[in-house]
């Protein structure tokens, strides 16, 4: 089993950063593919960036594109979302997510296995 605590959410003014981490407990995640959904009010759950094990590929969703960029450390067990000019339109909770599997990105959030409990990034105009 493995346990995905999200942090680093909170409050910033259209342009500002965040950082989001992804520590995962229980069992070592270094070999899973690890992403990051987020769910806006009254939208659905979308796909925002993954990103492999060995960290060579990645895939973002379209209006994140050249803003957003997700990394991981597998010594820390952590994946990180470095999030950059944002815009109000980002406000959304944030998901964590793992699939067990290896080389495999995939944007359907019911492929993956493990989900954190979100953290809610609230960007202000």
């Known amino acids: 089993q493995v346990q995905l605590v999200e942090s680093g959410g909170g409050l910033v003014q259209a342009g500002g950063s965040l950082r989001l981490s992804c520590a995962a407990s229980?069992?070592?995640?270094?070999?899973?593919?690890m992403a990051w959904f987020r769910q806006g009010p009254g939208k659905e759950r979308a796909f925002v960036a993954a990103?492999?094990?060995?960290?060579?590929?990645?895939q973002y969703a379209d209006s994140v594109k050249g803003r957003f960029t997700i990394s991981r450390d597998n010594a820390k067990n952590t994946v990180y979302l470095q999030m950059n000019s944002l815009k109000p339109e980002d406000t959304a909770v944030y998901y964590c997510?793992?699939?067990?599997?290896?080389?495999?990105?995939?944007?359907?959030?019911?492929?993956?296995?493990?989900w954190g409990q979100g953290t809610q990034v609230t960007v202000s105009s």
């Open positions: 990103i492999t094990w060995r960290g060579d590929r990645t």
């Open positions: 229980g069992r070592t995640v270094s070999t899973y593919t």
């Open positions: 997510a793992a699939k067990n599997t290896i080389a495999v990105i995939t944007t359907r959030d019911y492929e993956y296995d493990y």
